[in-house]
């Protein structure tokens, strides 16, 4: 079945860089787009980034251009978020997300990791 | 961006009850509409995509229609299980794709 397992959630301080990870079983991984989106504590569910399958296209949020970086190595099934100069207003639980053939919402989602950014 | 707008934000209701929540886009996106339902704690799960396509395993309950701005998904028959936020999305036109507020369903 499919499984999606988010990691490198933690505390960093404003200004400071954090990379999370998607680990990806269950399908063939190298066939899907991939989604980050995030959930501020108390809020709503805000979209963040999304790739395609083979990593050619990429896109982002506004509140998170040129400070964020999604990528791929699907030779790892594994899906990143590379999120640089954090700021307080980036304090969420980060979701991964998978993206069926057709239709890029998500259909199957992990389990989430924090993010806390906090002097 | 296309702005996705629930209505209502939160409402109370009682098991066995039919419910209906309301999502509006601010200009069209045909059918590209998705619709999850989060419990507390939990990651958001799908319920419908193409606006009315029924995700595999969802209870028959659950139903959505509408095209171009105005969506809905209905509730049939409330089970307890059900008293959950719900979003709708947007994947029409992106950057960005984006969510609803959510609509809060309460047990009354």
């Known amino acids: 079945q499919v499984q999606l397992v988010e990691s490198g959630g933690g505390v960093v301080q404003p200004g400071g860089s954090l990379r999370l990870s998607c680990a990806a079983s269950g399908f063939t991984f190298s066939s899907y787009g991939m989604h980050w989106v995030r959930q501020a504590p108390g809020k709503g569910l805000e979209w963040v980034a999304f790739?395609?399958?083979?990593?050619?296209?990429?896109y982002y949020a506004d509140s998170v251009k040129g400070r964020f970086t999604i990528s791929r190595d699907n030779s790892k099934n594994t899906l990143y978020l590379q999120m640089n100069s954090l700021r307080a207003e980036d304090t969420a639980v980060y979701y991964c997300?998978?993206?069926?053939?057709?239709?890029?919402?998500?259909?199957?989602w992990g389990q989430g990791t924090l993010v806390t950014v906090s002097s | 961006a296309i702005r996705m707008t629930q209505s209502p934000s939160s409402f109370s209701a009682s098991t066995g009850d039919r419910v209906t929540i309301t999502c509006r886009a601010s200009?069209?996106?045909?059918?590209?509409l998705a619709w999850y339902q989060q419990k507390p704690g939990k990651a958001p799960k799908l319920l419908i995509y193409?606006?009315?396509t029924l995700q595999s395993g969802v209870p028959s309950r659950f139903s959505g229609s509408g095209s171009g701005t105005d969506f809905t998904l209905t509730i049939s028959c409330l089970q307890s299980e059900d008293f959950a936020t719900y979003y709708c999305?947007?994947?029409?036109?992106?950057?960005?794709?984006?969510f609803g507020q959510g609509t809060r369903l309460e047990i009354k």
């Open positions: 790739i395609r399958y083979d990593g050619s296209n990429k």
């Open positions: 999305q947007q994947y029409y036109s992106y950057p960005p794709i984006t």
């Open positions: 200009q069209g996106i045909s059918s590209y």
């Open positions: 193409a606006a009315s």
């Open positions: 997300a998978k993206s069926p053939p057709y239709g890029d919402y998500g259909d199957y």
